[in-house]
Every structure is written in C-alpha cells, then in structure tokens.
C-alpha cells in the first residue's frame, strides 16, 4: 500500500464569491488567473485585498479562483493575532461561528459576518489515490515529516474527490514548524 | 515516572554581548529590566534592536538578559525568509556556520558574522526534573501535545542543569501549528 506523498504549504489566501468580487473590483469584474494551482481549476489570481481586524490590518492578500459560493479567508494563528480576530482551526467551507473580516479592495469594502479560519491541515486524494493508500473521505490519520524538525501531524483530514491531486496542505506556520518545503515526501503512519 | 511538563512559545529575539551592547546602546550601558522569565535569573529587557538582512528589516526585536559571551539572534523560519537569511536550527549557543545580521541600535549599530539561528525545539530540567522524568542532559525525546492541532515533536532537546525550570520551548511557529499556549501541558512519549 502506498505511503508518501508531497507537502505544500499555504499561505494566508481569500476565496471570493461573486457579489463581494463585484464590490470589491467593480461591477462585471472578472479575476484575472496569475498562475495556476496544484489541485485542477484553482488558480491563484491578480487580485489582492486588505484584510482588516479589530487590531490591524495585513495588506496585499492573495486571492485564489474560481469564485465560490461564500466568501472566505484562511489565516494563520499569527495573522489572526496581528488583526485581533480569534480564528477557529476549521475545514475548508466550514465557516460557521467564524468571526468576519473587513475586506478592501481598490474598488470598495465588504464587512464579512463570518468566514475568517484557520484551515484545517488535509490531504487531497484523487479517489484512484485514495484507493492505493487505503483511506476513506472524512478519515483523520497521522503524518509523519523527516529532518532536523521532523514531527508527525495528528488529526490530519482526508478529502476525496475525482478533482484532486494527491497532495497534503499545511499553512507556512505549520510548514515551517516542520521545516519542509514544498514538494517535500512525507509519511502516512498506520 | 513524571511525563507531562508546560511548554512555552519564544518569539524572536537578540542575546548580546557586552561590547554589542555598548556598541548599540552608549558605552557604560546596563540593560533595563523588563520582566523576568521563568528561567532562574534570565529576563526581558526594555531595549530592543532593529534585525537588518539583506531582502528586509525587522523592527523593534526584544532584547533578553543578561549579556552572554557571544551575540546570538534566534528567529524564525519566516522571519529569516522575510529578512533574506538562510538560518540554521541549531541548539543556543552553537552557532559556528550561521548567518549574521545587522543589528541596529539607538546608538549604533553590529554587523554580525554570524549568530543568526532557528532554535532548536528543547525541554530545560532541573537535576531533579531529570530524575523525576528518567532523562539526561543531550537526550532527544518526543513530546506529544493535545487539542485539534495535537502533534509529536521528535528531536527533542533535553537540557539538564541545576539552573533551570522544567519548560519546553518552542518558538511560535512550533506553537502556533500545534495550537498550544504558554503553560499548556505537554507529555514526553516514551
């Protein structure tokens, strides 16, 4: 059965939806694609936004296509801390009791009522992966990273999809207490 | 056998020598007690010191007492990104081949030959601690913390001295991507 697959390392990001695209690039603003991402159809795009807290502001925030459904912004711990919001550790769409966030864009504001976490750390497996490494959707397992910092990640979520590429996604804090880099193998422990 | 002890976060800081210190501060300088730490006789200080790498700067970093030997600058892997520098995780005070800095000071400033380390994650015990938790000094161990972001640190330091109080430290990286606070408790994994 398999057992290594590659690492890489997020950092701070927003998914917009459409309506809050428009009022934050204009109406009938489409987001210009700057390159393309790991997982098929994501891009990371042009566009960048302000997010803004009760504490502080962090400037010049990536934003990652396609538009979504809901708004969303994946912060680290640290960033939570510098804007002064108290960002959940949450999967990817789960946004429910999240704080919000205000987001400025050159063309407008929006004042999200909720949407700002810290994703969850997760696996992307194709369902032909999923199959060759023995692991189910929603399952929790543990991964093990080598090296002068090498750790072993608990409760890391598996996320099967025919859309995926096999792929683990830590953010940098993560990443960095690890010491891998992108690209790095890393090991599921059974 | 004990095996549960608190962790502590280190944000980055600067150790200095006595003539660096002079060099940054004013010749005659002391060092100006902020709090103590929960080392026996280490303390934060109210200087602090601009970090000046070659891609960017670092503002306002803390200064710890007392004066030590050799200057020494521990940061993080994000902070080394941010300011340019390849630093090593190394053990404090072992920090032949490590980049240096320039430090920048009310008074002048240090450029560094070398001394600019990521701290290698460790555990101070008393004598006693040691005894109590069946380990001794140079030691590596795996520490094992709780919650939604529980993980296993390997390459555990053990440090072992009459003059220390039982702590782990890690910096805020390490703590931030296990989600754990200042006086959490963590578990050595035997």
């Not at 059965?1 to 009022?23: F, Q």
């Amino acid at each position: 059965m398999k057992n290594k697959l590659p690492i890489a390392l997020s950092n701070r990001h927003v998914h917009l939806s459409e309506s809050d695209l428009e009022k934050l690039f204009g109406g009938g603003h489409s987001l210009c694609e700057l390159k393309s991402l790991s997982q098929p159809g994501q891009f990371a795009c042009e566009e960048k936004v302000d997010l803004v807290g009760p504490r502080g502001t962090i400037p010049g925030v990536r934003v990652l296509g396609p538009t979504r459904d809901i708004t969303q912004v994946e912060i680290s711990f640290a960033d939570a801390r510098k804007l002064g919001v108290d960002a959940p550790v949450k999967e990817s769409g789960d946004i429910e009791g999240s704080p919000g966030l205000k987001l400025v864009g050159p063309n407008g504001e929006v004042d999200m009522e909720q949407g700002a976490i810290v994703a969850a750390r997760h696996i992307h497996f194709s369902d032909k992966d999923a199959e060759e490494f023995g692991v189910s959707d929603g399952e929790k397992v543990k991964i093990k990273t080598s090296g002068d910092r090498s750790l072993v990640f608990e409760n890391v979520t598996v996320r099967v999809s025919p859309k995926y590429s096999l792929e683990m996604h830590v953010d940098l804090e993560e990443g960095n207490a690890a010491g891998v880099s992108n690209g790095d193998l890393v090991e599921i422990i059974r």
